[in-house]
């Protein structure tokens, strides 16, 4: 009579155990990619919108004929805020309103237009007619909060004139 071979009962299922073993290994591992890869979708999302905001800001800057200190807007505005003239009559400023919102306000129309909801300035201004701008974005991801800033230097090109 000849020999049948196969696997015994209790191969089956180590083998099987160590399968169900290395499944959950790598779906650990997909577990952690897919959530670090949603954390930098949406860290992505607000450092764009923080670039966006700056881009916006500069090329109005960049038209400026001078940096004003925030004591001679028209209204009351916070210390860091940007302020600057674009010619005889019309002064610009960007500020930050209980870190709710980035504001644009012009002196002559005094309205305020939201740029940017959640988005805080800060500025400071150099007598050679450049300002080094930062701004900041605070977030929320699965219940962490997260912080992320970006900085620029602007020169006037109408400066002097």
Not at 72 to 78: A, D, G, Q
């Amino acid at each position: 009579m000849k020999k049948l071979e196969g696997f015994t009962v209790i191969e089956l299922l180590i083998a099987a155990a160590i399968g169900l073993i290395s499944l959950g290994v790598l779906y650990g591992f997909y577990q952690a990619e897919l959530k670090t890869y949603q954390f930098n979708k949406k860290r992505m999302e607000v450092i764009d919108e923080l670039w966006l905001t700056m881009d916006k800001i500069e090329k109005e800057v960049r038209e400026g004929k001078e940096f004003k200190s925030y004591t001679e807007f028209p209204l009351s505005i916070p210390p860091d805020s940007l302020v600057f003239a674009t010619n005889d009559t019309a002064t610009i400023a960007f500020f930050t309103s209980g870190d709710t919102a980035l504001y644009r306000m012009v002196s002559t129309s005094l309205s305020a237009q939201t740029i940017a909801v959640g988005v805080a300035i800060s500025a400071v201004t150099f007598p050679s007619g450049s300002c080094q701008i930062s701004l900041t974005k605070n977030w929320t991801y699965r219940g962490m909060n997260e912080k992320e800033s970006i900085s620029s230097q602007i020169h006037l090109r109408n400066w002097g004139r």
